[in-house]
């Protein structure tokens, strides 16, 4: 039910090229879902500021990996408390 559109990726699986913004934002939907709409709006906050401040994967004009692209989401949400 709370699934990225295009799934796992298998064909780039572990090339640290894949976007993990669309994983990120389908668990911010499903907390959002389960009534955790405050901690689904963290997450849609840190996603947005690593859109605005070009932390991004390749493939949308940045030039992080996936894990330094979902890191810097993670450590968003953690400084935003």
């Given at each position: 039910m709370f699934e990225?559109?295009?799934g796992?990726?298998?064909p780039i699986a572990r090339k640290d090229v894949?976007?993990?913004l669309g994983a990120i934002l389908t668990?911010?939907?499903?907390?959002?879902h389960l009534g955790l709409k405050a901690?689904?709006?963290k997450i849609e906050a840190a996603v947005n500021n690593a859109v605005a401040e070009k932390k991004l994967t390749q493939?949308?004009?940045g030039?992080?990996?996936t894990r330094e692209a979902g890191d810097w989401v993670v450590e968003?949400?953690?400084k935003e408390g």
């Open positions: 990225p559109v295009h796992s990726a298998p894949a976007n993990p668990a911010a939907m499903m907390l959002h901690e689904s709006e493939d949308v004009g030039k992080l990996g968003r949400i953690r």
